[in-house]
Structure formats: C-alpha cells, structure tokens
C-alpha cells in the first residue's frame, strides 16, 4: 500500500502561484496529479514517470504548471503558475505501482490504467 499526502493547497488571486506537494510513503512507478471541480468531470493535470522523470501536462496547464519529483523523498511538486479561476479545484496525488501508461489524446492528460493510489486532495481556490 501506498499513501499519499498533499499540501501546499490554499487561496490565490488570480495571476498568482502555488507549489502543491505529494509525499508518497514508498516509491510508485507513476505519480501525478488530477483535479475536479463541483460540475466538471475528473481530469488529469500533470504526471511524471518516476524511474525516468518523463512528464506529462494536459494543454490546459502546460507552460503555466510544472511536475517535479525528488525520488529520495518520494515527492512530486507541482508549481502552479499565472492560475485562472478556471483552476480552482481539488487536486488530488494518483500513484500507480504496477501498470501505468500516460498520454495525452486531444489535449488532455490520460493513463489507459486506473491509478492505484489516491491522496485525499487539496483545495485550490483562485479568485478573480
């Protein structure tokens, strides 16, 4: 098992940034990020091949956000920059242990697998 604890959430205007942080208790092959808001279905933001630090963003947040890991720590970042309203959601850490296959289909961020792990999530609210 592995669990996944997120920080970093919180409130911003508009134009403003955030670095959220995901701290696995062991390593996963895959990590990432997904977010949902009331309303909106569950989509994929930004992921990161653990063993080889390829990444992944969906175009809605490529250029403004950035996936980093420090695999001693087993922790992936996400800064967040130049956030829109249209960002505010929960964020929630996805990890995968065994299958995992990132890509991203007509802009947005997919894994033809089901992640395994999932963090509780954290609230980040932009206003304008």
């Known amino acids: 098992q592995v669990q996944l604890v997120e920080s970093g959430g919180g409130s911003v205007q508009a134009g403003g940034s955030l670095r959220l942080s995901c701290v696995a208790s062991k390593y996963a092959i895959c990590m990432g990020w997904f977010r949902q808001s009331p309303g909106n279905e569950r989509e994929g933001v930004a992921a990161i091949y653990t063993f080889g630090g390829t990444t992944y963003y969906a175009d809605s947040v490529k250029v403004r956000f950035t996936i980093s890991q420090d695999n001693a720590k087993n922790t992936v970042y996400l800064q967040m920059n130049s956030l829109k309203p249209e960002d505010t959601a929960t964020y929630t850490c996805?990890?995968?242990?065994?299958?995992?296959?990132?890509?991203?289909?007509?802009?947005?961020?997919?894994?033809?697998?089901?992640?395994?792990?999932w963090g509780k999530g954290t609230l980040v609210t932009v206003s304008s």
């Open positions: 996805v990890a995968a242990a065994r299958q995992c296959s990132w890509t991203v289909v007509r802009g947005a961020l997919q894994n033809r697998y089901a992640m395994d792990y």
